[in-house]
């Protein structure tokens, strides 16, 4: 019986679009959902009554990698867990470090059950196998747990992805039998995710996903995303996996993606995804609005006295201007990446329940079209 349950709502009668929910120990989620980064443990520049309250994030993510290093998962278990260490009452997924250890540190072996690397801070050896990020991540005491997977670089041969994708699976089965056992006696619930790599090989995903499956877990990611590729080809590989992956089961697109792309992969049947780019791109000057981009730094804001988005309800859209935004973030002063941010994900967050609106409605062809209808016209 699975721990974390997923019910679908509607079904899109011509894309692959659904809306859902996803039942948690720390509270319901609607879907499509877009899940806040908080790499460290907060999502930058934000209070978690902000996230809770303003926002109303049902879900963030956490780096499994980063908290492992810094402050360790045995001191957050002594202090009640992440939920807990981080006053944060909702869901909360964990991606199981891969993706930060083939990607920030220096790796030294990637053996047959273990990648042995060291920490971008100071050096220090570590190892992952797919036991231990199981063990760190219960630790934590996530909702929902990733498994250990190779996220090879792009473009990478076929021969190679072949051989990262295989090792995903072997590591894959091996986190979910630990899983299972080490869940047997805990009081806690929690779900397990699967990732599909492949890199851009259609043939590799379809193995992968065949492989995967097997394993009747939780959920499954597609993961090898947002490496470089062209946008055309992360969505193939989505629809690939994804024609492959359980109707029943949640499905998660990991590190995408740009406004008008949320609903591309909703389209083609993902229900979360997650993404830094609006609390970095918020930081950098980058306000993602309803009629597009703005570049706050821009001098044509100097003196405009309208808010940044006359349609987001957010804090910042109500109280600030675009000019008062611009002498922040010109001034280098900390409450622009606070406002900057806020409003941001108030957009990502709204952009996702306008999505699972329109599917609820059955509008969801419609809204796509107006999407992308719009994204041409910017273009
Ligand atoms: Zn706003």
Request: proline share 6%.
């Amino acid at each position: 019986m699975p721990q974390i349950t997923f019910e679908i709502q509607a079904i899109c009668p011509t894309t692959r679009a659904r809306a859902g929910v996803l039942h948690t120990p720390h509270g319901d989620i609607e879907t499509p959902v877009f899940m806040p980064v908080g790499t460290q443990a907060t999502v930058k520049g934000l209070s978690q009554r902000d996230l809770a309250e303003e926002l109303d994030a049902r879900i963030i993510l956490c780096n499994t990698y980063h908290l492992y290093l810094r402050p360790g998962h045995e001191l957050i278990r002594q202090l009640g867990g992440l939920h807990r260490f981080m006053s944060w009452p909702r869901a909360i997924l964990t991606d199981s470090g891969g993706f930060q250890v083939f990607s920030l540190s220096g790796i030294r072996k990637i053996t047959e059950d273990a990648v042995i690397f060291n920490s971008h801070l100071n050096g220090d050896s570590h190892v992952f196998t797919p036991q231990s990020t199981v063990d760190v991540q219960l630790a934590f005491g996530s909702d929902i747990l990733m498994a250990l997977d190779e996220c090879p670089e792009y473009p990478v041969s076929h021969e190679y992805a072949r051989q990262a994708m295989l090792r995903t699976v072997r590591w894959a089965g091996a986190a979910y039998g630990h899983y299972l056992k080490q869940i047997t006696v805990m009081e806690s619930r929690h779900g397990l995710f699967l990732i599909v790599q492949g890199s851009m090989y259609p043939d590799l995903r379809r193995e992968c996903c065949a492989a995967l499956v097997e394993l009747d877990a939780d959920g499954y990611a597609i993961g090898g995303l947002s490496v470089g590729e062209p946008r055309p080809l992360s969505l193939e590989m989505v629809e690939v996996s994804e024609a492959l992956l359980p109707r029943e089961r949640p499905r998660y697109a990991m590190g995408v993606g740009m406004p008008d792309e949320l609903p591309e992969y909703v389209a083609r049947g993902i229900d979360m995804m997650d993404c830094v780019l609006p609390s970095r791109n918020a930081r950098n000057g980058y306000l993602f609005t309803s009629q597009g981009r703005v570049i706050i730094k821009h001098a044509r804001y100097k003196d405009d006295s309208g808010p940044v988005d006359p349609d987001c309800p957010c804090y910042t859209c109500r109280t600030y201007s675009r000019a008062y935004l611009r002498h922040l973030f010109q001034a280098g002063e900390i409450l622009y990446a606070s406002l900057a941010t806020r409003h941001n994900l108030q957009r990502y967050l709204d952009i996702m329940r306008g999505i699972r609106h329109s599917i609820l409605l059955g509008k969801f062809p419609e809204y796509l079209d107006c999407v992308r209808r719009a994204s041409a016209q910017i273009e």
